[in-house]
């Protein structure tokens, strides 16, 4: 098979894995959250949930005001009077997508400063990135319950290496993302061999280095093999189908091209791993949801980013 880049442009050099991980030392490190997100988290968290409190709180950070009125008043809630009080917002989100809300803000922002000037439709990138941690949740709240955020949170930096790439190799990630024609080539192989080594790799390394959880690493490393992963597989799994979901559903822009088989998701290794235990009647009203969440999720995404 042919390398599928424009051939008018000289190719960039492959890497190997030490080159690799030295030009990683130099990529700028993901800021710790701002106190204002902590304490939104610890308000959250606590017992005492003031509508109040939390608006105070949230009223200090403009992104996320802006964000959490778009998204409110965004066609996805229904609200006929748009609501312009912080207070009434909060009371019509609710607490877990307050608390998902506050992820997404510094996250995403830490996101577009790693990715820097990279030429990329990167709000459809956003979109891509979100709506596969939403549909993650719908995924994982189908098979278990599902207490801590942790999951919404692998979601939503599946994709961290490719803004890893386009910040430490913008040579490369331009090459294969932006110079690139329509291709056979599967993108994992062509990120292999422009660069020496594909996106979920690169973030995982990336991760690892700036010592987040391992669990995170893990995930990233084997969202597309989540059979691979040695300790959370169940998450990889529900990261490998809500991705392909969000694909599918043409949700944002992630590089790659929808799938051509409009039920690729089902025939996953994650949605065995997920999945296999159930009934035909269960799986089908598992598939019947996920559909269902995924057509409700363009309206919402258009209140985020």
Known sequence: MTTVVNSTRAPCPR???????????????????????????????????????????????PSLTARLL???????????????????????LGMRQIRQLAMVTPIIEDFQILAGHTRLEWRGFWHHCIGT????????????SQQADSDYVA?????????????????????????????EMDLMELEREVLGMDHAELGAVYLQKQTLPEMFVEIVQFHHQPELAPTHGLVAAAVQVADLLVQQGKIGYSGRLPPKDP??????????????????????????????SLERMPAALEGLV
């Open 15 to 61: 890497l190997d894995r030490r080159q690799i991980e030295s030009r990683l030392r130099s990529c700028p490190c993901l800021p710790s959250l701002a106190s204002i997100e902590n304490a939104l988290k610890a308000l959250l968290g606590s017992d005492q949930r003031y509508t109040s409190q939390i608006a105070e709180i949230i009223r200090r950070d």
């Open 70 to 92: 778009r998204l409110v008043n965004s066609v996805h809630y229904g609200i006929s009077k748009p609501v312009k009080n912080i207070e009434e917002a909060v009371f019509y």
């Open 133 to 144: 941690a939403l549909m993650t949740r719908e995924v994982i709240d189908l098979v278990q």
């Open 155 to 183: 979601g939503l930096i599946h994709d961290v290496g490719k803004i890893t790439m386009a910040s430490a190799f913008p040579e490369h990630f331009a090459e294969i993302y932006i110079h690139r024609t329509e291709a």
């Open 263 to 292: 039920e690729s998701w089902r025939k996953t290794t994650g949605w065995k791993m997920l999945f296999a235990h159930q009934t035909e009647d269960e799986n089908a009203i598992s598939r019947a949801s996920l559909k269902h």
